[in-house]
């Protein structure tokens, strides 16, 4: 209960676990993919929407204007039936034209089988007596000047009715506008003869720019005049328009062919350069040659009350000329109504649900990835806690070999080696114990006899507690060495070292003890040829690190064995920083076990578990000798046959040419 307690009390909120945060970061990723891919497809789509909805509207106004062409210039809708299947097959749309209550006019499906049925709505009323300038392609809706006043007529310009020029008039207005654009021509103003629906022939400047026509001598008088057709049809429409303002107690008008009106009885002035005047519906971009004044608002009520009478006039006027109001139903060949593209609510929540599932998808496939990451992790973090408060730790298991695997092995690794140091650390304290004890109780006892008179303290008695002082002393400095080493503060001398001197001097220290245990103990040569480089090193700790190699060895060695000691040259001689001085004890000992190599020169680890004081001393001697290699820059290793011996090697590295004074092992 309280490890589980424990546990609860380490574990990370959510908001700070890699569980929490690989979750976010997946979930926002998941985020942003939705909708950035939702807007690019709603992007596309509406670009596609909007392009086929251009179309279709392009395709529905030019059906509708040509359509509303026909109606303007025929009485009836007989013979529209060539015109309609002439669009149908253009546009590849059914086209039907009915009346007002349905009845079939023209169908560009008729035939076998039955047309479906049509749809519900229409798609529009073709009416030339009333655009609606939605529709229309700006034939429909023309601003008329009136006098000094406009408005906004919704006739078709090509509903011209009785102010139709028969071909004499026409062609007579048809030379005098020629004329006088020959006469416009000459006068450096390029210049056009255009004609309007009825007939009548009007002048467009090329260039659009009225004010250049000031000052010319090409008058437009004849073009001015209305023709007896005009005339008559003028007449009429001021009789219809007058019996409408006679109703309202208003006052008669004459009408101009502009439209405007003169209520004092005068003729209507015209200006000496004025161009032809449109006739009625002619729409605003047939362009006047000569600037007139702009037009004002209907601003009084007797205005608006004549240009309403002169509407329904002109209405009253063109009925007969002009076919009946008529529906227009556009739909796709199989009967349905043209498609409409728009993002309703059932879209909407289709695509909110789509983008739902995806990101639940992507927060679930996230909870199991993250769920089994971090799983080994916590597994990790369980078993340092317990390494932690001094518990066994059971091995983490490796699931997959990948990086938290790897982690995992390396924390077993680790985990291991900590628990051998542990154990090592132990036998540490049992070997420097029973190493100062041996001698402390020698002397103690040694002193104890001295003290009771049964020890006389002669030279062998004086002997005795000398040697056992002085294996006090050795345990000491070797515990003192490997301090120094792991605090990063042993001092080196360096200094020039003959390198056969230094070998000559070990085995001469070591033979006496190579002499009692019956090895034989040589410095073999230097090969023939290949002279040792020079060395730079501490030549103090150079000797203390081959004793103890040599007096491991001799430790090792049966009676009758051998140990020898050679140095040479490693390495390549034309580059100094690869070439290395080797420094060799050989042995024809025991050997060591290759599963026990790798622990040689680890502190107070001993082949011999015994301790006995023939075999072994206190496990430090090794470890002190690869502290001492690595300090002088170089390495020691060991290569062992068991029953055949060891050969245990230093390589260290050349001399500099100028030595420094001192060097700081860290």
Known sequence: MRRAGENDRHRLPLRKSLLGRLLAVSALVAAC???????????????????????????????????????????????????????????????????QSRGILADSAD?????????????????????????????????????????????????VGPFRLPDSERASLRRAAEEVARCLNRSGIASDVVEGPSG???????????????????????????????????SALSRLANACLSRQSREPVRLGLDLSWDTAGEPF????????????????????????????????ENDRAIASCVAIARREQLSSYVAPPALLFISDPGGGAVPAFDLSPANTARITGVAALVLA?????????????????????????????????????????????????????????????????????????HELRTPLSNIRGWLEGAQDGIAEPDAMFISSLLEEAVQLQHIIDDLQDLSAADAGVLRLHPEPVRIEELLAHVAAAHQA???????????????????????????????????????????????????????????????????????????????????????????????????????????????I????????????????????????????PPAVPEPGDAALMR
Not at 38 to 51: D, M, P
């Open 513 to 623: 003890q190579a002499d009692a245990a019956e090895v034989r103990l040589t410095v073999a040569a230097s090969t023939a040829g290949a002279p040792l480089p020079a060395l730079t090193a501490d030549p103090v700790r150079l000797r203390q690190a081959m004793g103890n190699l040599v007096s491991n060895a001799v430790r090792h060695t049966p009676a009758g064995g051998r140990v020898t000691l050679r140095a040479y040259a490693t390495g390549s001689g034309e580059e100094e920083q690869r070439q290395r001085v080797a420094l060799e004890v050989a042995d024809t000992g025991s050997g060591i076990p290759a599963e026990d190599l790798r622990y040689v020169f680890d502190r107070f680890w001993r082949a011999e578990k015994s301790r006995s004081r023939r075999t072994g001393g206190s496990g430090l001697g090794l470890a």
């Open 111 to 159: 035939g076998s089988p039955p047309p479906p049925a049509l749809p519900p709505q229409a798609s529009a009323v073709v009416d030339p007596m009333s655009v609606d300038a939605a529709l229309s392609s700006g034939a429909g809706s023309a601003t008329i000047p009136v006098g000094m006043r406009s408005r906004t007529d919704r006739v078709d310009p090509r509903a």
């Open 361 to 433: 998808l992507t927060v679930g496939a996230s909870v199991l990835a993250g769920a089994r990451l971090v799983r080994p992790l916590h597994a990790l973090t369980g078993a340092a806690q317990r390494m932690r408060d001094g518990e066994d730790s059971a091995p983490v298991v490796v699931a997959a070999d990948n990086e938290i695997g790897r982690l995992a092995a390396a924390f077993n690794d680790m985990s291991a080696h900590r628990a051998r140091l542990e154990e090592q650390r132990k036998v540490m304290v049992s070997d420097v114990a």
């Open 269 to 300: 002035p015209v200006p000496a350069t004025a161009a032809p005047t449109p006739v009625p519906g002619r729409a605003p971009r047939e362009a006047r040659v000569a600037p007139s004044p702009e037009p004002t608002a209907l601003t009084s």
């Open 200 to 234: 009548r022939p009007r002048i467009q400047d090329v260039g659009n720019d009225p004010d250049r026509l000031q000052g010319t001598r090409c008058t437009t008088e004849d073009l001015d005049r209305p023709t007896p057709t005009e005339e008559k049809a003028l």
């Open 33 to 99: 993919s939705v909708a950035a891919t939702a807007w690019l497809a709603v992007q596309t789509t509406s670009g596609a929407i909007e392009q086929e909805q251009g179309q279709n509207l392009t395709a529905d106004t030019r059906i509708h204007d040509t359509l509303l062409g026909y109606a303007a210039g025929h009485p009836t809708w007989d013979g529209v039936g060539a015109t309609v299947r002439e669009l149908a097959d253009e546009s590849g749309r059914r086209i039907t034209l009915t009346t």
């Open 625 to 652: 000798v690869r502290k001492l290699a690595e300090a002088h820059g170089g390495t020691a290793d060991v290569v062992s046959t068991v029953g055949e011996g060891s050969v245990f090697t230093l390589r260290l």
